[in-house]
């Protein structure tokens, strides 16, 4: 089992320059989540997913948009990035308490 | 909004020394959970504690959960340079979906 993967690692945009974030998941968990961790900001909640074909916003969802087309995946993308977008991004998968998180995306807006 | 907080914000010890890391939070829950983060790696989950059990042990691990003053704590016993990581305290938050709010953190730097 792979559990949780990030693609891509580390990705650097200009800015309004667009991009997708592609989280994957074999463990059949309903729930999905997308993260952001900034320095002495601990994690923030930018969308999550109850299931396939569900989204819905988490605490920072203004300027992401989120996708869950297939149970295994959930796909993040910023239409028009800004450089306060420079952040780590997680992704992560549960059901129902515990979460299982990926390695990370390192973004950086130029 | 900051359900958790943790405190200290950063620990540094000798190895073989205990490390005792607190969590505040601010309104009632139904667990309390614990994760550990390496320097570049993503969250771990270290250990779950339900809020009519007071202790919980895991290895090295001891949580305990005072539910009456809304706070709880990790202890790592005999620690090692390989526990040198970010530690977090996560509670359910909103209306859950396993929704959870995560601490600050706290760095715990051991030394060899």
């Known amino acids: 089992n792979a559990g949780v993967t990030q693609t891509p690692k580390f990705r650097v945009l200009k800015t309004g320059q667009s991009m997708t974030l592609l989280c994957a998941q074999d463990?059949?968990?309903?729930?999905m989540y997308w993260y952001r961790q900034d320095p002495g900001m601990g994690l923030r909640l930018i969308h999550y997913?109850?299931?396939?074909?569900?989204?819905a916003k988490g605490e920072v969802p203004d300027g992401y948009n989120v996708s869950r087309l297939k149970k295994q995946n959930f796909l993040l993308g910023l239409e028009s990035a800004a450089p306060s977008q420079t952040s780590v991004y997680f992704c992560?998968?549960?059901?129902?308490?515990?979460?299982?998180f990926g390695p990370g995306t390192r973004l950086t807006v130029l | 909004s900051q359900q958790g907080e943790e405190d200290p914000q950063a620990l540094s010890i000798q190895e073989g020394e205990n490390a005792t890391m607190n969590c505040s939070y601010k309104?009632?829950?139904?667990?309390l959970q614990w994760y550990r983060q390496n320097s570049g790696r993503g969250l771990v989950h270290l250990i779950l504690?339900?809020?009519?059990?007071r202790e919980k042990h895991s290895g090295r691990l001891r949580v305990t959960l005072d539910t009456s003053k809304k706070s709880s704590s990790l202890l790592i016993t005999a620690s090692r340079a390989a526990d040198t990581a970010s530690y977090f305290c996560?509670?359910?938050?909103?209306?859950?979906?396993?929704?959870?709010?995560f601490g600050q953190g706290t760095i715990l730097t051991v030394h060899p």
């Open positions: 992560a998968s549960s059901y129902p308490n515990e979460q299982f």
């Open positions: 463990m059949n968990h309903e729930y």
């Open positions: 997913s109850v299931g396939e074909g569900t989204t």
């Open positions: 309104t009632s829950i139904n667990n």
């Open positions: 504690i339900r809020s009519n059990e």
């Open positions: 996560a509670t359910p938050s909103g209306t859950s979906y396993g929704k959870l709010t």
